[in-house]
């Protein structure tokens, strides 16, 4: 994931922060539901701005 990507996901958190409901920010955004947006704002309220670090994806790494 390169920088922009990171900045792209603390946005979407900021938006949220700012007021705006999850389904505006994911329209916004051009995802077609919340439940993205949600779990973002959830592991950022976590785990503050490693949240947009990206982590394993859940596919096998090529050995």
């Known amino acids: ?32 539901s919340g439940d993205v947006v949600a779990a973002l704002v959830a592991r950022f309220n976590a785990e503050g701005l490693a949240a947009v670090v990206p982590r394993q994806g859940g596919w096998s790494p090529a050995r």
Request: aromatic share 6%; hydrophobic share 50%.
């Open 1 to 32: 994931m390169r920088p922009a990507q990171w900045r792209a996901k603390a946005v979407l958190a900021v938006a949220v922060a700012d007021g705006h409901s999850y389904t505006d920010t994911a329209r916004a955004a051009g995802r077609l």
